[in-house]
């Protein structure tokens, strides 16, 4: 149990363009979605928090119009990536809770690429 | 603030040989403690987690006991096998200061050869 699937996996667009990836806990219902950024041989980075229904909480640093965060159902959350540039290439990743929180259900990434 | 340290990789070691990765941390209230692993190509799972000090977490034949006089949580394995090869995060979170918010060490790269 407690799947997360993202979409797409890997994605290569244009410096210019808007890319959405999607988040989905896909046999429960998370009350909140994590957004992480990995760079290359380092650690996550958490960007933002969001909980159904609510704003997304940005951490400090992150761009709240550059990333937009949609987490429109408990099964749902989105992450657009707008006008993207080559320094926003990196592995994007999605986590999902639910009840307690503590326990974060880790999606397998997406890889974006920005030419 | 809250933070994880964990040892520098990578760590290359031969199968069957005993590992330690080990993981200090800092926190102002009482850290769940985790550690995660991020096989290549896949996504991170949680491997083992403790709740409290002298709890000790295990999976897949990994251990991990939280040591709150030394704010440690090593990882050990007896006897590790080629399919461990993976990066291992060690992570905490403090919902009573950092509201469910997971920080994770650097990680450490583990290769090991048949």
């Known amino acids: 149990g407690a799947v997360v699937s993202q979409h797409p996996s890997r994605v290569i667009c244009k410096s210019g363009t808007s890319v959405k990836i999607e988040c989905r806990s896909l046999d429960f219902q998370a009350t909140t979605m994590f957004w992480y950024r990995q760079f290359p041989k380092k650690s996550l980075m958490l960007m933002a928090t969001s909980n159904e229904g609510s704003k997304a909480t940005y951490e400090q640093g992150v761009e709240k119009d550059k990333f937009l965060i949609n987490h429109a159902s408990l099964t749902l959350s989105t992450l657009t990536v707008t006008s993207a540039h080559p320094e926003d290439s990196s592995f994007y990743i999605c986590?999902?809770?639910?009840?307690?929180?503590?326990?974060?259900?880790f999606g397998p990434g997406t890889r974006l690429l920005v030419l | 603030g809250d933070s994880v340290t964990q040892m520098e990789g990578p760590v290359t070691l031969s199968e069957e040989a005993f590992l330690t990765i080990n993981c200090t941390y800092t926190a102002t209230g009482y850290p769940s403690l985790f550690w995660y692993v991020q096989y290549p190509g896949e996504g991170l799972q949680l491997l083992l987690k403790?709740?409290?000090?002298?709890d000790k977490g295990s999976n897949k034949g990994f251990e991990a006991t939280y040591r709150k006089e030394t704010t440690s949580f090593h990882l050990e394995k007896g006897s590790v096998q080629v399919s461990d090869s993976a990066v291992y995060f060690c992570a905490l979170s403090d919902k009573y200061s950092s509201a469910s918010k997971i920080i994770f060490g650097s990680g450490t790269r583990l290769s090991i050869r048949p």
């Open positions: 403790a709740t409290k000090a002298d």
């Open positions: 986590s999902a809770s639910f009840r307690d929180q503590e326990t974060q259900y």
